[in-house]
């Protein structure tokens, strides 16, 4: 109840893994961690899906739809009859975006 | 100072161009020159800090892409990579008190790394570009570039090896973690994790409050003169909750969902309101059973949409989830809103027209 985070896009074929532990160093939620054959996926829920897995792998085995979960950009585009999930971030606008 | 900004070009045709801010050498004119920096933060700096902070020219806190050296680097010193904002190179600086390197600045707009990572404006093009331009091939004797962590969601490490020969290696989420990763060349499982502490959400508070500002001082005057004083504070009040409060008391706050979160904490806000209008012995019976829902209705769903908001600014948010939350909570948001305003604009009319 009231926990719409649990499902991710995130998908990892173990079998495509090369062990270059890329991944592991990459993500910031600990969602991959070291294993001996090959990266194990140990936090799935924790998975924010900002894609840097995927885009640093260099043999595919990861899979996300990334993209910033930013609601303003998003209710923006929902109500101007856009497609939620082409627009970015509309960072500079309004209220968004974690000064990091 | 001027001659000493390019280390790159040849001091015997630099030397007579004292006057020019850049070096004027015709072989590296452009951007190959190395800009100098230190780690000193000026109070010129503090202040730019706290204007981004507060959302002020929120697109100005700029500075120019390119390669900067800190320190006296040699042509083995290590090269960070970082983005054109003020608060990401100025935090990657003053954490590198004492080093010697050089810092690849990438133009992204004047935007925060992780952002703009999430956007691919600090990204492998714009990297390998920026290593183009800079001539860093022939400053540097090694092919190793560092990299923020959370640089890593816009860049393709391999693609950047293949395509400049620079190998990539990740350093630490915070800045304030360089000098240990450089040393060690090893980031532990701290430093490769993203936390929200108290003090990081505090920080952006203003951002988020700031916009809100001026449509809050409008209903407040509208309400002023429909229902009074007590009435015109409510706006300030759901307002208040949902851009400081909230991302104060986010962990704490029960539930999973943002919006859930700011729903509970939009009627525990507006409960003094309830009660003020409810112990009004003026009101008959029926009109204080509207003049108790209305703030009941209104603030959480003001409240509760401004939770929402926040999460574009947490750092651990899906866009799955939030997907998700918009689908569930913002009909909610609207229908419990629209009664309340219904039942504000009823005891409204009736003020105006027969002065209860």
Redesign the interface.
């Known amino acids: 109840?009231?926990?719409?985070?649990r499902?991710?896009?995130l998908k990892y074929y173990p079998d495509r893994c090369i062990n270059c532990r890329?991944c592991?160093?990459?993500?910031?939620?600990?969602v991959f961690a070291e294993g001996k054959e090959h990266a194990e996926l140990v936090n799935a829920p924790?998975?924010?899906?900002?894609?840097?897995c995927a885009?640093?792998c260099?043999v595919q085995a990861i899979e996300v739809?990334?993209?910033?979960?930013?609601?303003?950009?998003?209710?923006g585009a929902?109500l101007w009859g856009k497609d939620?999930?082409s627009g970015?971030?509309g960072?500079?606008k309004?209220?968004?975006?974690?000064?990091? | 100072m001027t001659e000493k900004i390019s280390s790159a070009c040849s001091r015997s045709s630099c030397a007579p161009v004292t006057e020019t801010p850049v070096c004027g050498c015709p072989s590296n004119a452009g951007s190959s020159e190395i800009r100098p920096t230190t780690s000193t933060i000026s109070f010129a700096n503090k202040l730019d800090h706290f204007l981004a902070r507060w959302g002020v020219n929120r697109m100005g806190h700029i500075i120019v892409p390119g390669l900067y050296r800190l320190g006296v680097p040699t042509p083995d010193s290590p090269v960070i990579v970082t983005a054109n904002y003020t608060l990401s190179f100025d935090a990657v600086r003053s954490a590198l008190k004492g080093a010697d390197c050089y810092i690849l600045i990438l133009d992204t707009n004047g935007v925060n790394v992780w952002c703009a990572a999430g956007k691919g404006t600090f990204g492998t093009d714009e990297l390998v570009r920026r290593i183009d331009v800079t001539g860093l091939v022939s400053v540097v004797n090694h092919r190793v570039l560092v990299l923020p962590q959370l640089g890593a969601p816009g860049v393709s490490a391999h693609e950047v090896q293949r395509k400049s020969g620079f190998r990539v290696e990740y350093g630490p989420v915070r800045a304030r973690d360089l000098p240990a990763f450089l040393s060690t060349r090893k980031a532990t499982p701290e430093m490769r994790r993203v936390t929200f502490p108290v003090i990081d959400r505090v920080v952006l508070t203003p951002v988020e409050f700031v916009p809100a500002v001026l449509p809050t001082i409008i209903v407040a005057v509208v309400l002023y003169f429909l229902a009074g004083p007590v009435a015109a504070l409510a706006p300030f009040a759901a307002v208040l909750a949902g851009t400081v409060l909230f991302p104060a008391l986010l962990p704490l706050l029960p539930t999973k969902d943002f919006s859930t979160k700011g729903l509970i904490l939009g009627v525990i806000v507006a409960l003094p309101f309830s009660v003020t209008f409810v112990s009004n012995p003026v009101l008959p019976s029926w009109a204080i059973s509207l003049a108790a829902l209305a703030p009941l209705l209104i603030m959480p769903a003001v409240t509760a949409y401004l939770a929402l908001n926040f999460t574009g600014a947490s750092t651990f948010t899906s866009r799955t989830g939030v997907k998700k939350e918009i689908f569930r909570y913002i009909p909610v948001m609207v229908a419990i809103a629209a009664i309340g305003v219904v039942c504000g604009a009823i005891l409204g009319i009736l003020h105006l027209m027969r002065g209860i």
Request: aromatic share 4%; glycine share 18%; hydrophobic share 25%.
């Open positions: 109840m009231f926990d719409s985070y499902e991710t896009t890329r592991t160093q990459v993500c910031p939620h600990g924790a998975c924010m899906e900002c894609g840097a885009g640093n260099p739809e990334s993209g910033v979960g930013c609601a303003a950009a998003m209710i929902a939620m999930d970015g971030c960072c500079g309004g209220s968004c975006c974690g000064e990091k």
